[in-house]
């Protein structure tokens, strides 16, 4: 299987900051990967598809790159509404594995 | 608009099974995948398999193999997630999920609002 490693797994920023989350494939999935924000007792919810294109809705201060095995997620600039847990999923092969995820919350 | 609505809660047994259901909505049913995932509390997201509604072709997670039964009824637009032999390990939010490309996987968009199933004697 392919495991997805994301870091920082805890992230403490405030309102305003630049945030960038880190996911690594063990090995290349070319641009097959998705990134979700979840929040408490919420379903999670797409952000980013193909590593870098953003989902319909999704405010512009989100933007992804990458491919290969190293992939980012970036926050422009923190809004209130942007603390909750990120996750990103490999698409390329099954299992469809997810990282482990990132919480992001205010300091 | 696109949406899943999935069944209510379930309190199981260990040992027992539960089959929980996905409704889906706004589309045309057959064209996208559908992927399960569950979230046992205060864990990750974990994926368990997928399903083509057209044929019903499935894919399933090695740790969830001899378990796991996802199928569709293009009649009733819904999906079924089956998983036997429950143990308190199971206890968790499930899933369904579209992807959001015809065909394809690209990302999961919409979700189901999650089925909590609790294991326990």
């Known amino acids: 299987d392919i495991q997805l490693t994301q870091s920082p797994s805890f992230l403490s920023a405030s309102v305003g900051d630049r945030v960038t989350i880190t996911c690594r494939a063990s090995?290349?999935?070319?641009?097959?990967l998705a990134w979700y924000q979840q929040k408490p007792g919420k379903a999670p919810n797409l952000l980013i598809y193909?590593?870098?294109t953003l989902q319909t809705g999704v405010p512009s201060r989100f933007s992804g790159s990458g491919s290969g095995t190293e992939f980012t997620l970036t926050i422009s600039s923190l809004q209130p509404e942007d603390f909750a847990a990120y996750y990103c999923q490999q698409l390329y092969t099954y299992p469809y594995t997810f990282g482990q995820g990132t919480k992001l919350d205010i300091k | 608009q696109v949406q899943l609505v999935q069944s209510g809660a379930e309190v199981k047994k260990p040992g027992a099974s539960v089959k929980v259901s996905c409704r889906a909505s706004g589309y045309m049913f057959a064209t996208n995948y559908i992927q399960w995932v569950r979230q046992a509390p205060g864990q990750g997201l974990e994926w368990m398999g997928i399903?083509?509604?057209?044929?019903?072709?499935?894919n399933y997670a090695q740790k969830f193999q001899g378990r796991i039964t996802v199928t569709s009824d293009t009649s009733r637009r819904t999906l079924y997630m089956e998983l036997s032999s429950l143990t308190s390990e199971d206890t968790a939010v499930y899933y369904c999920a579209r992807d959001r490309e015809v065909r394809k996987v690209s990302g999961l968009d919409p979700w189901g609002q999650g089925t909590l199933v609790t294991v326990s004697s």
């Open positions: 090995q290349a999935i070319a641009s097959y």
């Open positions: 193909a590593a870098s």
């Open positions: 399903i083509n509604p057209s044929g019903g072709r499935t």
